[in-house]
């Protein structure tokens, strides 16, 4: 942890010189900008002046200058911004380690109280997914939602997944320049959902043989009958030309407009896109076929979608009154930038799409390889081909800060089914739960698991862990518990290789109803094709071990009271809870 935190923050000092010194390279040549205009408003003034041939030779070498000072300062605003995402990048990282909070969306929006992700803390403040996510795209955003929603269970694509993850996470230099192309933009929602539909519509002016003729005939026209206008000194003919080529532009106006809407203001985002495939192109695919694959698929999608920002941003400026007057005027503005706005979307039509949704995969797996290079003392699991089990060693949360963490071990399948875990209030049996189900989760999404070793069979996580009631719904607690354990019964149905999570059932009934119930519903879990951790303070439901031997098994969390104090080791062990807090915590607290 030391050294990943000197390796970002020597990245982070190195970023912050590069900074200082862009801003002041910039500076320098922000001021001789300045001196070269002063210096071509003098040049002009002089040109007109008899006998002062070489001024205006001055004029147009200075607007030459003045030209080239321009592009600098562009080059290096655009090296400014890199340089201060990179810094941005490396100090959130070096935040994180310091158990700050990220400072990239943590996917609050992606909760859902009907899926394991509430139960695991999958998503939302202090969320695994917070945890991962460096995404700044919303394709990047719901593309690692999505995995984290419906992670894998077909072994190949999981090891698809490890092997890019492999691939990616010792490269970071190249990971943090991808992540740096969109940082700081906001999740744009609809907006390229928009620019999908628009590149499905039918062209317009491109395929009719008039507006071809048009587009070269009447800018040529124009400038003739210009040329005649000043030779002859009357302005009637250029009058007449400008009039029709009014009249060509106006009869498109609606159709421009229409355009202008559908790509307006999207250069950003689509610039920051170009970057991403960009960047991306430039790694080491390190034999990894998802990574061969994306690269294949996007192989010149960086300079199309650069084009389209471009001719976006050409559009743009139609509405620049200049631009408008002066350019539809002489030279049919608007139809050149229709023409080249219906080339693209021709030429492009059936690949942006793909493009888009490999720029969500990008983001994705950025994401989760940045995770794998923060944790490099986490394990890849193996998966198990037969049967279907979980065998661990060394287990413990990613959400626990590693000094907190204490690490278990995990054996279920070989052969017992249902591990029967009893113990004390805060003794730890509701985060083994959650130990469990989120590293199987991480093992799905192709991740490094927080365990020295970790060998599993791909399996569908059901729980019943957090539970809340409904005013809106008109639902109790009870209700609602019975409604999440009757939604895990019917998905066991199908008789698809599931690891369900209990954790005491059945808290709103009588002492003795809660134990048949429980008992009944342990019973009916066995029969399926799964496996399962059911926590529990009954300590009666252990002798279900005995009934049902080598498929339920008894482990427990102990608490010991020593010097008057109560403590815990958070230690999963064989057998039954022995020990009781809540007497004496009630009489630590002068309840009782």
Not at 171 to 191: F, K, L, M, T, W
Not at 258 to 265: A, R
Not at 473 to 501: C, G, W
Not at 512 to 535: P, Q, R
Request: hydrophobic share 40%; aromatic share 10%.
């Amino acid at each position: 942890m030391a050294e990943l935190k000197e390796f970002y923050q020597n990245l982070a000092d190195q970023y912050e010189y590069s900074l200082a010194k862009i801003k002041k390279n910039a500076f320098l040549v922000a001021a001789l900008r300045l001196i070269v205009f002063v210096l071509l408003l003098a040049c002009l003034y002089l040109t007109f002046k008899p006998g002062t041939w070489y001024y205006p030779v001055c004029l147009a070498a200075g607007i030459a200058g003045f030209l080239w000072l321009i592009s600098i300062s562009s080059r290096l605003e655009q090296r400014r911004q890199l340089t201060a995402n990179l810094l941005f990048i490396n100090m959130n990282e070096l935040g994180i380690l310091q158990s700050k909070k990220n400072a990239f969306d943590d996917g609050q929006s992606e909760r859902s109280s009907n899926l394991y992700v509430d139960d695991l803390d999958v998503f939302g403040d202090g969320s695994l997914f917070q945890l991962i996510n460096r995404t700044s795209t919303h394709y990047g955003k719901i593309t690692l939602a999505g995995i984290l929603k419906n992670a894998f269970t077909n072994p190949e694509t999981i090891i698809l997944y490890q092997k890019a993850i492999q691939g990616l996470a010792p490269q970071n230099s190249h990971r943090q320049h991808i992540i740096a192309g969109a940082v700081n933009q906001p999740y744009e929602q609809n907006s390229i959902s928009g620019l999908l539909a628009w590149i499905q519509e039918p062209p317009v002016v491109s395929h009719q043989l008039k507006w071809k003729l048009i587009r070269f005939a009447l800018p040529v026209i124009n400038l003739v009958t210009l040329l005649i206008s000043l030779d002859i000194g009357e302005y009637y003919p250029i009058t007449i030309t400008v009039i029709i080529s009014w009249l060509a532009v106006g009869s498109l106006v609606k159709y421009t407009q229409q355009q202008n809407i559908s790509l307006g203001k999207k250069q950003t985002q689509l610039t920051a896109y170009a970057h991403i495939l960009k960047e991306f192109n430039k790694i080491a695919t390190n034999s990894s076929r998802l990574l061969q694959e994306i690269q294949h698929q996007t192989t010149n999608a960086d300079q199309q979608i650069n084009k389209l920002s471009r001719l976006a941003n050409l559009l743009d400026q139609r509405l620049n009154v200049l631009v408008n007057i002066l350019l539809n005027s002489f030279l049919l503005y608007d139809v050149q930038c229709l023409f080249s706005l219906e080339k693209w979307k021709k030429a492009n039509k059936n690949e942006l799409a793909g493009w888009i949704d490999c720029v969500g995969h990008v983001e994705c797996l950025v994401s989760l390889a940045t995770y794998a290079f923060n944790h490099e003392v986490n394990s890849y699991p193996t998966l198990q081909g037969n049967g279907i089990c979980i065998e661990a060693k060394g287990v413990y949360h990613p959400l626990i800060p590693i000094e907190s963490n204490v690490a278990n071990d995990v054996s279920i399948g070989k052969p017992e089914k249902l591990l029967l875990i009893t113990g004390s209030n805060m003794s730890g049996k509701t985060t083994y739960l959650r130990t469990v189900g989120i590293n199987i989760l991480m093992a799905r999404c192709g991740l490094p698991v927080c365990a020295r070793s970790f060998s599993f069979t791909p399996l569908h996580i059901h729980t019943s862990i957090r539970i809340s009631d409904s005013l809106q719904e008109h639902t109790s607690y009870f209700m609602a518990e019975l409604k999440r354990l009757q939604s895990i019964i019917t998905s066991l149905k199908d008789n698809t290789p599931s690891l369900v999570l209990i954790d005491e059932i059945l808290r709103g009934t009588n002492s003795e109803d809660k134990f048949h119930g429980s008992e009944a519903f342990v019973e009916k879990l066995i029969g399926y094709n799964t496996l399962c951790l059911f926590a529990t303070h009954d300590l009666k439901l252990s002798e279900l071990e005995t009934r049902h031997k080598g498929v339920i098994a008894n482990y427990c969390f102990e608490s010991k009271i020593e010097n008057n104090k109560l403590e815990f080791d958070y230690k999963i062990l064989r057998g039954v809870a022995k020990n009781k807090n809540a007497t004496f915590l009630m009489k630590q607290m002068e309840i009782i």
